[in-house]
């Protein structure tokens, strides 16, 4: 290797801890062992990388920067979990819940349960997702919020969906009494949905427990501690059978899904 | 592949060299700090096209250099009415990361260095990237990132001996060589 090629390959030497290990450089580098005028060369021009470097490094990104950066992919990535859903899809689940909401009336007579039950389901099937208060991952963060504004949370939940993900979570209000909902996305990219309210605000209804179809919806209803639970999710019933039956080691109530 | 990319360290290690690319690419620091947003909001994007966790970094600084271009081209295709040279010097603005003189003399200096050249300048001096890297950065052989750079660095070294030169022979009385 002659004195201009080692020189052009050193050019690209950066540092010890990060080139010296690379074989392109080997050659060179142990050519400067021997050679005074390579080496002279080479600290002179190392020594003007380094004046380079700390020079340009005073080029400060402004301080807000990194959290502006953030806050764009947070926000991105809440979008994201947002689910959407085709117009005509949206119209065909307002049909069949229409459709459901006027069945049911006219078997058992309108009741507060059922009343909130149909508007429940209403509200997460809004097109473009159900409206969330936060958006977030942290289901810890959901219950926070939920408690700061004074809705319904049950904590107790099992590990399985304690470890789940959550869209976000919102507070309501539903005929004078407070509400809550909270997203869960399943793992197979679909929302479970948890709507608690005070099981006072359905008055007595006898509320039937398991899983039910509704058009598209799968819906179960629990009570607990006074609170009334309800989980809706359009994802596939054996996925949601998956989840509860690992659930149910936590929650002996939980009877076994057909 | 990689799905789930740790954005947040992968922001925290980068966004301050990429940030001095954009500067350095379009010496503005709103542009810069746009430049830079675009770029890991494009990343956020794709993160599941993602193949190679370990060419992420020359992939930002490939992507913010094409998002750069792409408004040079779309500003030429809109451009601007020219201010009236009387208005315009009142609206010049340093920007304050030009206040630094080390850094304004360096970038000075690095502009001047023929085109051909400058591009694998920046990417080894503000972005801090491998010969390889930049090699896949810009799509051009191995050999031709060295040889530019070895050019490159040469017509650096005199354009620099030149600015700092005058300051060398003719030091700043607030240097302390007060007139005695």
Avoid at chain 1, 14 to 31: K, M, N
Avoid at chain 1, 53 to 63: D, H, M, T, W
Avoid at chain 2, 42 to 52: G, M, P, T
Wanted: hydrophobic share 40%; proline share 5%; glycine share 4%.
């Amino acid at each position: 290797m002659n004195l201009d090629d080692a020189k052009e390959i050193l050019s690209a030497y950066r540092s010890d801890d990060r080139d010296r290990e690379d074989p392109i450089f080997r050659e060179a580098l142990e050519q400067m062992a021997s050679d005074g005028d390579l080496k002279k060369w080479f600290e002179e021009q190392h020594a003007m990388d380094r004046a380079i470097r700390q020079k340009l490094a005073s080029i400060e990104a402004p301080a807000d920067l990194r959290a502006r950066v953030m806050a764009q992919i947070r926000g991105h990535e809440a979008r994201g979990r947002r689910f959407t859903l085709p117009p005509w899809l949206a119209i065909a689940a307002c049909l069949v819940l229409g459709g459901f909401a006027v069945f049911y009336s006219r078997i058992t007579g309108p009741n507060r349960f059922q009343e909130f039950r149909s508007e429940a389901l209403a509200m997460v099937s809004k097109q473009g997702g159900p409206l969330l208060d936060l958006e977030t991952p942290n289901l810890s963060e959901t219950q926070t919020f939920l408690r700061e504004h004074q809705a319904p949370c049950y904590e107790a939940l099992p590990a399985a969906l304690k470890s789940m993900e959550t869209a976000g979570c919102r507070a309501f209000v539903w005929k004078e009494h407070p509400a809550s909902l909270t997203c869960f996305r399943l793992p197979g990219g679909q929302f479970l949905h948890l709507v608690v309210i005070d099981q006072a605000a359905v008055g007595g209804a006898n509320i039937a427990v398991g899983m039910k179809s509704m058009g598209e919806w799968h819906v179960m209803f629990q009570q607990k501690d006074g609170m009334l639970l309800m989980w809706a999710t359009r994802a596939p019933m054996e996925e949601l059978k998956r989840m509860f039956l690992t659930a149910s080691c936590e929650w002996p109530d939980l009877k076994k899904p057909s | 592949m990689a799905t789930n990319l740790d954005l947040e360290s992968i922001v925290s290690e980068l966004y301050s060299p990429l940030y001095r690319f954009a500067f350095a690419l379009s010496r503005n620091e709103t542009q810069a700090a746009d430049l830079t947003q675009e770029t890991f909001l494009i990343l956020a994007k794709q993160q599941a096209q993602v193949r190679d966790v370990t060419k992420i970094k020359s992939w930002l600084f490939t992507t913010l250099r094409r998002e750069f271009l792409r408004g040079l081209r779309s500003q030429s295709s809109h451009p601007e009415v020219e201010l009236q040279p009387e208005h315009q010097d009142e609206l010049v603005v340093e920007p304050a990361v030009l206040r630094a003189t080390d850094a304004s003399t360096a970038l000075e200096a690095l502009a001047q260095v023929d085109e051909s050249y400058r591009m694998v300048l920046e990417l080894f001096y503000l972005a801090d990237l491998s010969y390889k890297e930049i090699a896949a950065t810009l799509e051009i052989p191995i050999g031709t990132v060295m040889s530019r750079l070895s050019r490159g660095k040469e017509q650096l070294r005199v354009l620099l001996a030149k600015t700092e030169a005058p300051a060398k022979i003719a030091p700043s009385p607030r240097a302390g060589n007060l007139p005695t």
